[in-house]
């Protein structure tokens, strides 16, 4: 099986090199920042010691593909599909993993449609660094239960869970609301806490309410996450809120966790 992926990032660079290792023929990848040698050299070298062909344009990269890879950030979803339509040929499946609202994945799907490829829509239930291509993907559309075991056989975890497009993503930015928001609201507690010199009587409070839960180490961690991953999940939880206004809601919460998730990275705190 021969594969693409458009956008050459994080987790880009972790599909391409461990499809390679699950038996994918070749893997070949284009991403905005090849133009620029300078701030692409880093991934020129990955690409070059994993094997991974690097191409100049998305066209040249999905020539010849069965399966072409969306992993982008979620604000380019629509504008990744209106140019990979230009170049898709019939029976080339297009999967795209982007983290964008349910609304925002249908609309891509109609515009790959005309040109007779297979829009699959897929929501990645976890980070990616750690399980790899084994990360629970979601998968929806008509076309996904196909495509599902030829990818799962290279070592990825696709589970069909809708013909319908939206619901994948629906499921996965549900969740995000949730553990997003933790992630806010925990780290500002922790940072205000050790202001006050408070955080004993703090933890001390919260690990009595919610005795299964070890409030310090989690603070710890979730601080963590913002800081390494706080722009992405900005991004995300800002389709968490499309989502929410799609639906006739108030958003102003999302809108707040987006904005201190990426507030909160590179930083010890929010």
């Known amino acids: 099986m021969k594969i693409t992926l458009i956008g050459y990032g994080e987790v880009g660079q972790i599909f391409a090199r461990e499809l390679l290792g699950g038996g994918a023929s070749s893997v070949s990848t284009f991403d905005v920042l090849f133009a620029d040698a300078a701030r692409s050299e880093k991934h020129r070298a990955t690409a070059a010691k994993d094997n991974v062909r690097l191409c100049m344009s998305a066209a040249e990269a999905g020539e010849g593909a069965d399966v072409i890879i969306s992993a982008v950030t979620a604000d380019k979803v629509k504008q990744v599909a209106t140019e990979a339509a230009t170049w898709l040929k019939p029976g080339q499946y297009f999967l795209d993993v982007n983290s964008a609202a349910p609304n925002t994945k249908r609309e891509a799907a109609q515009i790959v449609a005309p040109t007779g490829a297979h829009y699959v829509e897929g929501a990645v239930m976890a980070p990616v660094p750690g399980p790899g291509i084994k990360v629970q993907i979601l998968g929806g559309g008509p076309k996904a239960e196909e495509l599902a075991p030829q990818l799962n056989a290279l ?107 990426t507030r909160g990275a590179g930083k010890a705190g929010l």
């Open 155 to 261: 070592g990825m975890n696709i589970q069909p869970v809708a013909q319908e497009y939206g619901r994948a993503s629906a499921m996965k930015l549900c969740r995000s609301i949730m553990i997003k928001g933790i992630e806010a609201l925990i780290v500002d507690c922790a940072k205000a806490a050790k202001e006050w010199n408070v955080e004993t009587e703090v933890f001390g409070s919260l690990d009595a309410s919610y005795p299964s839960i070890d409030w310090r180490k989690l603070s710890v961690d979730m601080a963590g996450r913002v800081r390494q991953h706080g722009v992405r999940r900005g991004a995300e939880m800002r389709e968490a809120a499309a989502m929410v206004a799609d639906l006739g809601m108030m958003n102003e919460l999302e809108l707040a966790v987006a904005d201190a998730q």
